[in-house]
């Protein structure tokens, strides 16, 4: 039940891409060498000049395949160069949390009431996910949509199979290698997180379940492409795909609390690393960053200057 909770919190896919030569630094870009060190390892980042140091935000993007060339050893030695790193919120949970799971797993797992999808999905959408049940040998009759969601995306797309490691693991391990101050945008209780889900009806998760079997059925093509137009820096492409549109449609992102929150903060710790002295660098989901009324969208209206690739 332990993992099935640390599932659903972290929920918040073309050939392989040919080896690219380090990217130049940024136009307009600060003369900084953790700067340059950090763009060099090929994840799309932003960077922010201010009156006292410079804040740069890597856009990360999940599960990057290991077909992706981008050189996360390079992120190493910027992080280890920084004065301070942020992170994404992370789940804090407790025992009574998991024992709670235990005794109501299927309340999460399974649609309500002994109701079945028919009677929560338009006659086209059942047809569609009866299809794909059949395709796959799979029963989604009785599934609360959001596992099956996920179990399109993870078992039977496989998005998650042969990954690299993500920047914000490297980031977290370089930091803690080298005593670099880690700050956390936020911490969720688990109790809180429990209640968020609990409380969303079925229909709350129609729209993920589309969006995950427009990319089941888009192909596996899907999953190295994501990876490789975000090494490109196109990143209206990786918003546009269909394995990251499923997941920014999917919980928690798409819940209108929880979502809101996540986003909220990450505007409020950048606008706070911009008073202090030094260089802060800062990993953050790409489509936080880069949505529309995104964080991005929200720091340039604050006036901030961001120099990085076009995000829209």
Known sequence: ?????????????????????????TENAPENSI?????RSGAPMWTIDTPSGTIILVGEIRAIPKT???????LEDATKAADRVILGAKPKISPGDVLRLMFSGSKFTKLPDKTVASQYLTPEQWARLSMLGEAHDED???QSFLITSF????????????????????VKDAAEKADVPITRAATLRGEDIIDNLAD???????????SAMDALETGPDIVEQRGADWRRYDIPAVMANPLEQALGRCWPWADETLGS???????DRIAE?????????????LRVLAESDGVLDQLALRGFDIAGPAWK
Not at 151 to 170: G, H, I, W
Not at 273 to 285: E, H
């Open 273 to 285: 690393a911009s008073a202090v002295k030094g260089t802060t660098l800062a990993v953050v989901p």
């Open 140 to 142: 989604y009759s009785r």
């Open 35 to 39: 700067v340059v060190t950090a763009q």
């Open 200 to 210: 969303a009806p079925p229909t709350a998760h129609i729209p993920c379940l589309t």
């Open 1 to 25: 039940m332990k993992k099935l909770l640390c599932a659903l919190c972290m929920a918040a896919l073309a050939a392989p891409l040919a080896a690219q030569d380090d990217p130049a630094p």
């Open 151 to 170: 179990e399109m995306l993870r078992k039977e797309l496989r998005f998650n199979r042969n990954t690299a490691r993500d920047a914000s693991d490297v």
């Open 261 to 267: 929150e996540l986003r909220t903060i990450w505007v």
């Open 68 to 74: 992706t060339p981008w050189q996360p050893d390079r």
